[in-house]
């Protein structure tokens, strides 16, 4: 789908394009790439005499095949994250060209960032317009979503954190199932994580290549400065913020394979204390059934009864000695 976005007074006006038509669109700000087709590709390169990159090319993680000067145009791509069907955050590349204070923007899939900002920039505004600053917006609206992505994900780490702690289950086999469960949501934030990290520091490159490729209108530049110093700020603390995440993720996953461990230590345990405690009884079990001719309490009429006296004492004093060492 191609959409651009015209400067109408203070503020911008969508409108869908037929890649078929002769002429380009006039005053445009903003063309939006959404899963382009060949004809709405060649349009926009019509319009603005640069060659669109593939989808292929997008997905290459090469800083020079990311980030790249040609034609008078700036070509940036950063990793963005958006959930799929299963509710699942993955990454999509997206790309901005500007030009001549014109953007152009390709990508894939459909980001929330996108959808908010497109609402905003129908608003009017006081602020001036131009492809820089819809791209300033956009990379604003894209670190405003993974600062709530970070929050979201440092509240489930702290909810998980009660659970592997607090866990009141007195049951080892449940105790030991639900920590396992508990391994496995540890996993998937870490790998929100990892993600997070990786769309931060894509936007980090992006705003310091865009502030050091020395465009022909250095006054833009210079006006939009702080606007840019701002982002890199935010996307540094962002990042500052996942690793911190990240570092307490580690220490719940050493925590919960610790406590698994404790709790196999313990069945273990009993174990052995079982053949502990068994061992004598065993023992004395094994003399008396041996088949000698000269035993003397085989004939014996208490042979029986202290046989078994001999087998439950034996059995009783490693039980009492065990249970007042604390080992049960």
Not at 160 to 176: A, D, H, L, M, Y
Request: net charge negative; proline share 5%.
């Amino acid at each position: 789908m191609l959409r651009a976005y015209t400067r109408d007074g203070n503020r911008l006006v969508p409108t869908d394009i037929d890649p078929t038509a002769e002429t380009g669109v006039g005053n445009a700000v903003w063309y939006s790439l959404t899963d382009p087709t060949r004809e709405e590709d060649k349009f926009v390169e019509s319009c603005l005499g640069i060659d669109i990159p593939t989808r292929r090319e997008m997905q290459d993680i090469e800083p020079s095949a990311r980030l790249y000067s040609e034609e008078g145009a700036e070509f940036m791509t950063i990793t963005a994250l958006i959930e799929d069907e299963a509710g699942q955050v993955v990454k999509t590349p997206i790309t901005f060209v500007l030009r001549n204070d014109q953007l152009v923007t390709v990508r894939y899939a459909d980001p929330k960032p996108f959808r908010l900002y497109e609402r905003l920039v129908s608003r009017p505004t006081t602020a001036d317009i131009s492809g820089e600053r819809v791209m300033i917006g956009l990379l604003e609206s894209f670190i405003d979503r993974l600062a709530q992505l970070l929050e979201n994900t440092g509240d489930g780490i702290d909810l998980i954190s009660r659970e592997v702690f607090g866990n009141k289950s007195t049951k080892p086999t449940r105790k030991t199932r639900d920590l396992q469960s508990l391994i496995e949501q540890i996993g998937k934030k870490g790998d929100v994580l990892t993600l997070a990290r990786e769309s931060l520091v894509s936007i980090s490159r992006l705003v310091s290549y865009h502030q050091s490729a020395g465009t022909a209108d250095q006054q833009a530049i210079r006006e939009r400065k702080q606007e840019l110093k701002v982002l890199q700020r935010d996307a540094a603390a962002l990042s500052d913020h996942a690793a911190f995440l990240s570092d307490k993720i580690t220490f719940l996953l050493d925590a919960t394979l610790g406590l698994i461990n404790l709790e196999q230590n313990q069945i273990i345990k009993i174990f052995s204390v079982a053949a502990v405690v068994f061992l004598p009884p065993t023992l004395v079990a094994s003399i008396y059934g041996m088949n000698f001719d000269f035993m003397p309490e085989l004939n014996w009429s208490f042979g029986y009864p202290l046989a078994i006296g001999l087998m439950v004492l034996s059995a009783l004093l490693p039980y009492l000695f065990f249970k007042r060492s604390g080992w049960l």
